[in-house]
Nanobody, 126 residues
Framework: QVQLVESGGGLVQAGGSLKLSCVVS????????MGWFRQAPGKEREFVAG????????LYADSVKGRFTISRDNAENTVHLQMNSLKPEDTAVYYC???????????????????WGQGTQVTVSS
């Protein structure tokens, strides 16, 4: 059984920074593609960022490009999301997800991810 546990959410003022972390346990972490998604009230879950198992390939949503950075530490079974220059529109529940499919790309659809964390709230005040 795979478990994902997020941490690092909270309340921050616009322009501030937060770093989210996700620890994966239960199976081999190193081969998963990892993703971060977010969901605001009344909206569909949306892709934020993804990273291949090697860490060398990343993908970002246009809305966060240049502000957010995804990284992973395979030795620690952990993936991080560094969020800078936060905006009120970044307010959402942030979810960590793992995709165990073996392919060359990074899925941006939440439907393609197999395992999910419980989510962590990020609130950005104006």
């Amino acid at each position: 059984q795979v478990q994902l546990v997020e941490s690092g959410g909270g309340l921050v003022q616009a322009g501030g920074s937060l770093k989210l972390s996700c620890v994966v346990s239960g199976r081999t972490f190193g081969t998963y593609t990892m993703g971060w998604f977010r969901q605001a009230p009344g909206k569909e879950r949306e892709f934020v960022a993804g990273i291949k198992w090697s860490g060398g390939i990343t993908l970002y949503a246009d809305s966060v490009k240049g502000r957010f950075t995804i990284s992973r530490d395979n030795a620690e079974n952990t993936v991080h999301l560094q969020m800078n220059s936060l905006k009120p529109e970044d307010t959402a529940v942030y979810y960590c997800a793992a995709d165990d499919a073996i392919w060359a790309g990074i899925h941006s659809s939440f439907k393609m991810y197999d395992y999910w964390g419980q989510g962590t709230q990020v609130t950005v005040s104006s």
